[in-house]
């Protein structure tokens, strides 16, 4: 038996350290368990055989530029992808997305038997990385690469091509009902959101499970399961006042200013809406005669004098909220605040859609806890719930509402959407042997 489980052992290989992370601590080798099945143990064969491929399959689409406004890069990468799904027996599907300023998303499906349950995953083709980022390619140190978007998400998407390979060798890809959704505008969403993410929430409605490949949460050297992302909404303040000579701010005549007005709003918040898993930055603001928000909705141009009362003030920002309730409820609490206005002052604050909140279910840590006994048999760590204030917004909120979903099953690293992002390439095998496994037993169950 410790001869045939061998691969498994050898797949991990050696200890998480090498990645040179800035706490590095060792991972333990996986102990082969004897509940680990004849098909996993091929799987974990081929996936530590095809090791160098994968990681150069991940170069190549590394040094291909994909930032989310570089519309022919993205189409680019698409169509590397697809060179790997086809010859797997996936029908792969371009969705153009030229209305909404994006390049379009890659949507492969794979017909099983039909009896067991469907099975969504997720990722994306796009980077923050632009052309003209002087961050451009995949360089290897030993079990450490850097490279732009090298974790966030094409380690992902390389994830998820291993476990489908790791799949049809073992013969377990032939019966399952699979449907790969990879967005081209993850990083910079296409307006309106509801055309962008039309294809995304239809295939969500059609799977029984998803799981999502963006980066996985990894603290302390322990891998943890993602069953919740918060949601990550964009706000608009606009303040404007009565101006003239300072020396009449206060009066009945000019009141407070909108300096005055956007500082008590936000201020307010501060005070006022902080609780658990709630959050609301302030990314940008300004105040003058005048203030006005650029276009591209991150610049703002100020104007003043220290004895000119301000007639504009303009503030952006961000909510993330963990439950669509939470988020309603901020949202009623903040224009509340806004509504209170300073004397000789008015203001508006407006909301912009953006990801809603993947919430944690019963059926999402349902869905841990059968990772957790793939990684039992497997001989691998178990994995708690990552806390959900630590990570970002994803695709996967998209589906959360209408289908059972786990998130965070791509590659481990760090620097994500900087200069110098990095992975451990050992999370390569590791990752893509519990997703080959995972995905065979789900596919295997009976559909409700």
Do not use: C
Not at 325 to 333: D, I, P
Not at 385 to 414: I, N, Q, W
Request: zero cysteines; aromatic letters at 4%; hydrophobic letters at 45%.
């Amino acid at each position: 038996m410790l001869r045939r489980l061998a691969p498994l052992a050898l797949l991990i290989g050696a200890p998480a350290a090498a990645q040179i992370a800035p706490t590095p601590t060792p991972t333990p080798a996986p102990t082969p368990a004897p509940a680990a099945t004849a098909p996993e143990r091929k799987m974990a064969a081929t996936i530590a055989a095809e090791r160098e491929r994968h990681v150069a399959l991940l170069a190549r689409l590394v040094d291909q530029n994909s930032g989310s406004l570089n519309l022919a890069g993205v189409r680019l990468v698409g169509e590397m992808v697809r060179a790997e799904l086809e010859p797997l027996g996936f029908a792969v599907e371009w969705i153009d997305m030229a209305q909404t300023g994006r390049a379009g998303h890659l949507v492969a499906t794979h017909r099983g038997n039909g009896r067991g349950k469907r099975l969504l995953l997720i990722g994306h083709l796009d980077t923050v990385f632009e052309p003209e980022s002087p961050f451009r390619r995949f360089v290897r140190d030993g079990d450490r690469a850097t490279g732009p978007g090298i974790g966030d998400d094409k380690g992902g998407i390389v994830v998820i091509i291993a476990a489908m390979r790791a799949m049809q060798a073992a013969g377990t890809l032939d019966g399952a009902d699979i449907r790969i959704v990879l967005t081209g505008d993850e990083e910079r969403v296409g307006t309106p959101v509801a055309v962008a993410r039309r294809d995304l929430i239809a295939a969500g409605k059609w799977a029984d499970v998803a799981l999502e490949f963006e980066n996985l949460a990894r603290d302390g050297g322990q891998d943890f399961g993602t069953v919740a992302r918060r949601s990550s909404t964009s706000w608009t303040l606009t303040v404007a006042g009565e101006t003239g000579h300072s020396s009449r701010v206060f009066s009945d005549e000019l009141g407070y200013g909108a300096a005055y007005e956007l500082a008590r709003i936000l201020d307010a918040f501060r005070r006022t809406l902080i609780e658990p898993n709630l959050t609301f930055n302030i990314g940008v603001m300004g105040a003058g005669t005048p203030a006005t928000l650029a276009e591209n909705g991150y610049q703002v141009d100020a104007a003043g004098k220290t004895n000119i009362v301000a007639q504009g003030a303009v503030a952006r920002g961000d909510l993330r909220a963990l439950t669509p309730a939470q988020e309603a409820k901020a949202r009623a609490a903040m224009q509340a605040i806004v509504a209170g206005h300073l004397p000789g002052t008015r203001a508006t604050l407006a909301f912009e859609d953006g990801y809603p909140p993947m919430a944690p279910t019963d059926g999402n840590r349902a869905l841990l806890a059968k990772l957790n006994r793939v990684n039992r048999d497997l001989g691998l760590p178990q994995m708690a719930e990552m806390d959900p204030a630590k990570r970002g917004a994803a695709d996967s909120a998209f589906v959360a509402a209408d289908v059972d979903t786990l998130a965070g099953l791509g590659v481990a690293g760090g620097g994500a959407h900087a200069d110098g992002e990095w992975i451990d390439l050992t999370s390569i095998p590791l990752q893509a042997l519990r997703a080959a496994a995972f995905i065979t037993r789900l596919s295997r169950e009976p559909r409700d």
